[in-house]
């Protein structure tokens, strides 16, 4: 069981170049999440999905986007990189609303030079 | 808004009993949850508080007090590999993290 799969786990992009982290659970979860985390601080939500075709912002939206074509998978879509999106970000997904217990991938960690 | 203050650092030794306490300032939730991170790898589940109250779990045990706006994390028989950081988060749909407490357990 492979639980929640984050590709890639490092990466380095130039200014203003666009890619997408791919993230993927097969738990069949229907909530799923992105986080970053930079050094030394907590999770800051960037975007969230409650199932297939639903997405929603969270609290650091902006700079990125999000889409949800299938339960498996969850996407994050990087435009125009700033140094400021130098981060580790993480996937996670829960099998239900408000039971307060996520499943994180190991994360993907992206430097913006 | 929601926001969460738990103390940056906490230092304690091998064997002893640590409490990290996390208050918290939000309009209604329904819970409150416990990460462990150790350096460099992803946040794993220790413990949610749906209700008001103790919940143990082997050498760790959480609480919650709604009344107070205030919850701990309470680790029991300190080890070496308990050093890590430690995150509470709120539960409204989705989760809202502090900003974590860095504890290092000494021998």
């Known amino acids: 069981n492979a639980g929640v799969t984050q590709t890639p786990k490092f990466r380095i992009l130039k200014i203003g170049q666009s890619m997408t982290l791919q993230c993927t659970q097969d738990m069949n979860h229907n909530y799923m999440y992105w986080y970053r985390q930079d050094p030394g601080m907590g999770l800051k939500l960037i975007y969230y999905?409650?199932?297939?075709?639903?997405?929603d912002k969270g609290e650091v939206p902006n700079g990125y986007n999000v889409s949800r074509s299938t339960t498996e998978d969850f996407p994050l879509r990087l435009e125009l990189a700033a140094p400021s999106q130098t981060s580790v970000y993480f996937c996670?997904?829960?099998?239900?609303?408000?039971?307060?217990?996520?499943?994180f991938g190991e994360g993907s960690r992206l430097t913006v030079l | 808004g929601q926001s969460l203050e738990q103390p940056s650092e906490v230092t304690a030794v091998e064997g002893a009993i640590v409490q990290i306490n996390c208050t918290y300032q939000?309009?209604?939730?329904?819970?409150l949850s416990w990460y462990q991170q150790h350096d460099g790898g992803a946040p794993t589940f220790l413990s949610y508080?749906?209700?008001?109250g103790l919940e143990e779990t082997g050498r760790f045990s959480s609480f919650l007090s709604r009344s107070d706006s205030y919850g701990y994390l309470l680790l029991q028989e300190l080890q070496m590999k308990d050093s890590a950081s430690y995150f509470c988060?709120?539960?409204?749909?989705?989760?809202?993290f502090g900003q974590g407490t860095e504890l290092s357990v000494k021998p």
């Open positions: 996670a997904s829960s099998p239900a609303k408000n039971t307060g217990e996520l499943f």
């Open positions: 508080n749906g209700l008001d």
């Open positions: 999905s409650v199932g297939a075709g639903i997405t």
């Open positions: 988060a709120v539960c409204r749909g989705k989760l809202i």
């Open positions: 939000t309009s209604g939730f329904y819970g």
